[in-house]
């Protein structure tokens, strides 16, 4: 645990590109946090970034972390950059907040996790799914008991690929790691996050577009308990056609969540009275339920909840061994706004990971999205790689958690 410094947490900025000046808008109003420096090789592009932030500029990250005041790093490079500058803050005593992946390599990724281990600061990975109201609601709902463990998850994502030019960093696997590392890893993570679990095997498929590269990958892992999630990324459309669906399977439930950055989701059960009283009870505990620290309510976020009672029969329904009397059916909506409000959740998603950093460096504690969990992801991301390359069914093997922190 870190005290909290009299001015409030410093944060450099490493990575001056959009994405850069994206977190920045994101976190910059956090009581007790106040940006200090932006570093890019560009000199001038860390300039323009600086000037909007009252902020000192340099050139790389171990100029940055040697600027007096400074006590978070936030990494914004791309992606083949992001465990050696993680390695240099956290060795300077820094708290780390990474854009995804840890790492384009599981080995380079266990080399930040052995570091964050050792070192005094916090790293937090910003997996913002992690930090999403609609998936912390369905977790939470597990925990009540109303969604039995998740059997299946189920991930489609039709992306654009418009503003992705044939010689963008991002199709160059040396340089992003390839789609699953590059982008796969957050559902990797959403779905061990959801189930509880990290899978034990992966089997991958890539699809290269005629005279290019891979745009389409799809992998197939297996959990524990005989669980099973789908991952397909398709980065193949124009953005006015892109479409994302989850859907999560509980055997008496489904879930249907829509949007890569989680907007909107309807869950159906099959449930007795009692439990359709309790479901009836949600729309009053909305506030509660979809509260994540640091990530601002905006007012219009709803549950609502209708019971069809006696819409199946009383005799008992059996499924997968699981045998119960089921008569209701309970449709809930879970809406935050709709798609509209994708660019407002995914801002605030960002602004809660950092929320989460700053709370454990000053308090102690986990962060949700910890090292271990980036670590994780890459490993099924790389495995999942692996697989497509070889056409092998391979084990997801994760370096073990003592050279890392815990999962959160």
């Known amino acids: 645990m870190t005290a909290i410094p009299e001015a409030g947490f410093g944060l450099a900025l490493v990575g001056c590109g959009g994405f850069g000046a994206y977190v920045l808008d994101a976190v910059h109003d956090i009581p007790g946090?106040?940006?200090?420096?932006?570093?890019?090789?560009?000199?001038?592009?860390?300039?323009?970034?600086?000037?909007?932030?009252?902020?000192?500029?340099?050139t790389s990250v171990e100029e940055a972390v040697a600027r007096p005041g400074v006590d978070v790093v936030a990494l914004a490079t791309p992606p083949a950059a992001h465990a050696d500058a993680a390695v240099i803050a956290l060795r300077a005593g820094k708290h780390v907040f990474c854009e995804k992946p840890v790492a384009v390599s599981l080995a380079a990724a266990a080399r930040v996790a052995e570091e964050a281990d050792r070192a005094s600061g916090v790293f937090v990975v910003d997996h913002v799914l992690r930090y999403n109201p609609i998936l912390r609601l369905l977790q939470r709902l597990g925990g009540e008991g109303l969604l039995d463990p998740l059997r299946r998850f189920a991930f489609e994502n039709d992306a654009s690929d418009e503003?992705?030019?044939?010689?963008?960093?991002?199709?160059?696997?040396?340089?992003?790691?390839?789609?699953?590392?590059?982008?796969?890893?957050?559902?990797?993570?959403?779905a061990s996050a959801l189930m509880g679990s990290d899978p034990v095997e992966v089997q991958g498929m890539a699809v290269r577009r005629p005279g290019g590269p891979v745009d389409i990958v799809v992998a197939t892992a297996t959990h524990p308990r005989g669980s099973v999630a789908t991952h397909t990324h398709s980065f193949t459309h124009a953005h006015r056609a892109?479409?994302?669906l989850m859907r999560l399977d509980y055997g008496f439930a489904e879930a249907r969540v829509t949007g890569w950055i989680p907007t909107f989701a309807t869950v159906t059960a099959w449930t007795d009275e009692a439990g359709a009283a309790r479901w009836e009870r949600l729309p009053e505990r909305?506030?509660?339920?979809?509260?994540?620290p640091g990530l601002r309510p905006h007012g219009q976020e709803r549950i609502t909840v209708s019971v069809a009672r006696g819409a199946g029969s009383d005799r008992p329904a059996s499924g997968r061994g699981i045998r119960r009397v089921v008569p209701h059916r309970v449709d809930c909506v879970i809406d935050l706004g709709g798609e509209t409000r994708k660019p407002y959740i995914y801002t605030e998603s960002v602004r809660a990971a950092m929320t989460d950093l700053l709370h454990c460096a000053a308090h102690g504690g986990t962060p949700l999205a910890g090292v271990r969990?980036?670590?994780?992801?890459?490993?099924?991301?790389?495995?999942?790689?692996?697989?497509?390359?070889?056409?092998?069914?391979?084990?997801?093997?994760?370096?073990?958690?003592?050279a890392a922190e815990g999962s959160g």
């Open 33 to 58: 946090l106040r940006v200090v420096v932006c570093a890019d090789p560009d000199r001038d592009r860390a300039r323009a970034l600086a000037e909007r932030h009252g902020a000192d500029v340099c």
């Open 163 to 190: 503003d992705l030019g044939p010689d963008h960093w991002f199709w160059d696997p040396a340089r992003s790691g390839g789609i699953h590392i590059e982008h796969g890893v957050h559902f990797f993570d959403a």
């Open 242 to 244: 892109e479409r994302q």
């Open 286 to 292: 909305a506030d509660d339920l979809l509260a994540v």
């Open 373 to 402: 969990a980036g670590l994780a992801a890459v490993a099924v991301a790389e495995a999942a790689t692996r697989s497509a390359q070889t056409g092998r069914t391979l084990p997801v093997t994760i370096p073990s958690p003592s």
